[in-house]
């Protein structure tokens, strides 16, 4: 093996978003060491690769620490769904920790470069709005989404740590809402519950009145902006994200619109500490990345419930 090929390490690579850049980082020609301990990844999200000659599996959990040979850390692994991030939320604590320290440790032996797969969430439930990288947040350190809000927050204060004592090449993207298509079926993600309860014919459910905004980004256009951020010579924090701002009812009625429009939409209570509103200010990325979102709502709705419709229907899959 030719010693020019970058040999990229994707934890979390089964999952969601790691399975789209490991796609990416194999049509590039580079080698991909994909860990995962598939708690909300799954083998089929990267069956293509398997065998393989530039693509190794690694079933492993990042809390624990791993010696590998890479010149590049994707540091993906973390539940991202409340559902998920909340089931145990002392693990997603040290996922958030323990994970980003042993895979820090790992960068700065080797001299590898990580990237953090940060959230904006940091931004907890913002008072300024849309939100600056430059904007500190307003986090509950004591709610139910504090194990995954803070545990990214400490997460970027090692990153850091690590570059201001080690010298370690660090990245740090905080990345909004993304949909797309391998979301899981039971997920518990507003895009995918919508297309699943609208595809089953089911009323789709809106929690509380359906008034909190977000911004969805297409996943192909994340994967871009992160890949730039890696390739690029900033540090960050920076926003990656679609700025186009849907209340959550707005989502629903198109989804119900493209689907299904005889369905009902039903409220639900609004869990603790549910962000009223999310929009990425994207000046930062568009300046130093030239990145900004391809992709429209519309259409990688229609591409997100082409994908749920091959999965969910049986004969389909035969
Ligand atoms: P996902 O749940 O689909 O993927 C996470 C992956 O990490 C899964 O494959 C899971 O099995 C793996 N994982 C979890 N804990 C692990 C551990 N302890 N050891 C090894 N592997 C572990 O979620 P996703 O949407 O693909 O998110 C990927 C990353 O991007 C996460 O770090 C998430 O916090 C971040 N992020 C995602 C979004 C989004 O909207 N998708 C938004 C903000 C941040
Ligand atoms: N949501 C909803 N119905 C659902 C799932 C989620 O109304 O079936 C709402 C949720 O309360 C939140 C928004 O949609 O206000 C986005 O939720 P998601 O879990 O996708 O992401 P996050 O809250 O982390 O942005």
Redesign the pocket.
Known sequence: MPSSIMRNLV????????SHLVDRLMEAGEEVLC???????RKQNIERWLGHPRFELIR????EPIRLEVDRIWH??????PV?YQHNPI?TAK?SFL?TYNMLGLARRVGARLLL?????VYGDPEVHPQPESYRGCVNTIGIRSC?DEG?RIAETLCFDYQRMHGTEIRVVR?????GPRM?PDDG?VVSNFIVQALRGEPLTLYGDGSQTRSFCFVDDLVEGIIRLMNGSQPGPINIGNPGEFTIRQLAELVREKINPSLDLICKPLPQDDPLQRQPVITLAQQYLGWQPTVALSQGLDRTIADFRERLTPSRRA
Not at 11 to 18: E, I, L, M, P, S
Not at 35 to 41: I, P, S
Not at 117 to 121: G, H, K, Y
Not at 175 to 179: A, G, K, L, Q
């Open positions: 934890t979390g690579g089964a999952g969601f978003v790691g860990l995962d301990n598939y708690f909300t990844g492993h959990d990042v809390t993906l692994a973390c539940p991202a769904s998920h693990k996922t994970g797969a940060s959230t904006s969430e995954y990214k990345i909004f809402n993304t949909y899981l993600r």
